[in-house]
């Protein structure tokens, strides 16, 4: 949410496009939805220990 935002204030004038103001409002509307459900299940301890399991195994 706030590196979206971040990103659309700060960028230089010279990469402003209207096809980049497509993508970084697709991606402003589609990627915090579709994290808010592994964010808020990752509060359950019992799918915490399983993740940190599972990201133990790759490093």
Excluded: C, H
């Amino acid at each position: 949410f706030l590196s979206t935002g971040t990103f659309a204030y700060f960028k230089p004038p010279s990469i402003s496009s209207p096809s980049m103001d497509l993508v970084l409002s697709v991606l402003y509307s589609v990627v915090p939805p579709s994290l808010n459900p592994l964010i808020y299940s990752l509060r359950n301890q019992e799918l915490r220990t399983a993740v940190r399991k599972l990201m133990s195994g790759f490093f």
